[in-house]
């Protein structure tokens, strides 16, 4: 309405400038001693299309004007009939129900023997207020209130238009947010980053950040959902590096209860892989993951089909197809630090197909044990060709196990407890390297698994502790440190002032097994962690 | 190949069985509340779940895998909207796949739409605790809010179930009209605690108060989501005695020991509430549970 009534005036302004401005051209014109009558001809004639395009707008005002009442009294028609329906509502009501207050008589309008309103303008919005109008109510209770809802009538065309909440935010095309993670370290052993497996886990004794992130996530169109997180991560020398973690789109809703998504994401390979570093519920990757899926966990460029199968649990079926390529797809074409790796110089093998490319399928399964435990499991595999030698290649089998009470009458998630399990099993053929260097090609059976528990055991406070456990297989031939077994405890105590910001405080007791080349020997590290996130509000995923 | 079209014809039939075996509408609704009013609206025609216990608190709930199956079969959606479920809704969503309650489609209900939320903070920093940058969204709480909500979800009911419309219509107007009737006694029975002071743990009431007439501005929560700490909870003791308050009002999930203790420094009585249906005993209907607040209410401010 208002805008409708502010155009005519905005266009007498604009014609008024623009008569005006011609006016002053005229009289600033120096050629001319007096004015000249075609000049003043023209004026006249500019007036007179001014006045008439003035009549012709006035016209159409009054057009639309009178458009609008009638549809003013089609709407009050309608609320006419509404009120009707309503009246003729509650009288059935009133007479199916004995302690219906409705009375089947309504007193005149204007009558008030009630007296607590049953609107509110302040609520809802009265204009389309589809409910009885104070005159004819016999309560004097409002029943509607603009103030609250100020659209009563959320008419279909409202909802499209209204403004819709996207996921993570109603007013922004991207959601971002920023995690900054540290910790202090101190351990027996002088060079920690030998000890621990994970990239993002502390590197040395004093204070590290190994993980801030930057996150962006929102709906890219209609079809497809887009995410990217970025990570700076400070060395022992305090250079900063950057890595590209993920980038993916995905589609949000195909047919056949299918799922899309392709870039630079974590493999679908056991449950923690996946998962970013704040998410953990310890300091560091658990050494299964670390040794066997490498430091950086199992991602890089790819493409992913997930079907959720038609079965009336959660059941989901994935398949992602990964270069498989560096170190971030470390036990397949992986040239190694120095292109080396256990003891071999490395190939440096390019796709000869499809069939050199990571493969990883995996199955997963969730039921629900009651209203407050829940249960997942998973299995899943990776195959693809590794870097030591030509035809060599690469087989992980992982299972998954997830179990999480959550009290009914939870309070900011509190309380809960979480028991979180995973084993590994890798086939690692290793070749004799480039030319056939490496004295013998060996085939080493790794596996290794862990499993924490979590307890929430007061508002904002967790206590967990978790087992390690890694079996490589020995070897004749070659003395890497990431091949040698051993085992790690470690009991943690968390605190979340809010879900923003959490402190945590971890002890690691690691044993090294002794092997043909290496000595047995045990550490022990105490870490504190601290971390705060900005920006968009996380949502959690199961 | 003739053996795997078969297979896949077999399995499309039975999936089309599946999905036709029952012509109710799929309803799922993230809380409680929304799914009371579903089951009012649509009766036998609607086949409504709801994501979140009423008793747990609204802002943590577990994205659950089992609430991907629900969401992937529902034809209609009813959330709060306004952030509400931010922290568990959107991977559920993401995952579910079902382009019939996809934003902007006629199966998505976001009940704030249409409500002019209150306390929408002119400057959002979480230094004031976990706020809701676009309102407070615990507004079901208000029962003309709940009509306008009810008549949003018989409108989509309509929308998706054409056939069934005229009795979604009716029982909305029925829904509505109930609500005009019972406001009429709720009004009666709160208007001798018109300006009364209440005290609530968590800043969710503001709509109860408005509705009305009482106050509610003093928390046991120094901040939203904001744990309570001694010396904030000594300063609302002294409040509360200044101001004579009568009431506290708890969510099932809060924690009572503290409340307990504010409620014996002050002679305060604990109002055990609940924003949703289901909550408390004998509340399984939207009306049941205003009832319910208002009966709980006015006993501990009436002081008997």
Redesign the interface.
Known sequence: MSIRVISPAILCLTLLTSGAASAQQTTTAPSAPSMQSSDMESLKQQMLRMQSSLEAQQTRHQREVAALTAQVERLHTTIADLQK??AA??T??AAAKPT???PAERPPSGAAD???????D????AKAQ???PAKQ?Q???????A??????????A???T?????????KTFLNISFDGQFSGATSTEKHLDTLEVGDHDPHQRGFNARNVELALDG?VD?YF?GFANIVFKLDNNNETSVELEEAVM?????PW???VKGGQFFAPLGRINAQHPHAWDFVDTPLVNGRLLGPDGLRGLGAQVAW?T?L???SQLSLAAQNGSGSTGFSFRNRGDGDTFYGRTTVDRQLGGAGDLLFVPRFEN???LS?TQ?L?VGASGAFGPNDTGTDQRTQIYAADFFY?W????????WPFVKWQSEALMRRFEAGRGVDYTFPVSETFDDWGAYSQVVWGFS??WTAGLRGDFLHMQESAFTDDPERQSRWRTSPNVTWFP???SKFRLQYNHDFLEANRFLASGSEDSVFLQFEFSLGA?????? | MKTRRLILAG?AS??AL?STADAQLNVVATLADFGAIAREIGGDHVDVSVLA?P???E??V?????F??KL?NADVLI?G???LE??????L???A???KI???A?GRV?A?????L?NIPDNAT?AA??VH??GNPH?MI?P??A??VA??IA?TFS?CDAANAALYD?NY??F?????????????A??PFKGANVVAYHDSWP?LA??FGITIDTFLEPKP???PSPSHLAEVIDKMRAQNSKAIILE????RKIAEKVAAATGARIVDAAQYPGALPGTDTYVELIDALVSRLTVALGGQ
């Open positions: 329906s309503v509502n509650a059935v009501s219906g207050t409705a009630a007296a607590f309103p049953t609107t509110d302040d609520v809802v919005a589809p409910a009885v109510t309560a004097a209770f409002p029943t509607t209130d103030s609250v809802t100020p659209a009563a009538t959320p008419t279909a409202a909802r499209l209204g403004p819709l909440t996207i996921v993570g935010g109603a709906a209609p959902e995905q589609t949000t809703t195909l209860n299918l799922q959720l038609p009336p649990w959660y969730s039921f629900d209203a829940t997942m999480k959550k009290s009914a009458h939870s309070s900011r998630g508002e904002g809010t879900e923003f509000h996380a949502a959690h995923k199961f | 399995l039975v999936l599946v216990k008793t747990e608190d802002h943590f577990d994205a659950r895998p089992s991907v199956i992937r959330e909207g306004a952030e931010i922290g568990w809704l959107p991977p969503l993401q995952n796949r079902n382009e996809e934003v902007g006629p976001v704030s739409q249409g409500v002019r209150m979480r605790g976990d940058a676009l507004y208000d003309i809010i009509k306008t008549q949003h409108q929308t009716a107007n029925h509505a009209a109930t609500i005009d009737a019972k406001l009429q006694e709720w009004g009666k709160m208007l709509y408005h509705r989501g904001i744990p099932p999930f809060h924690n």
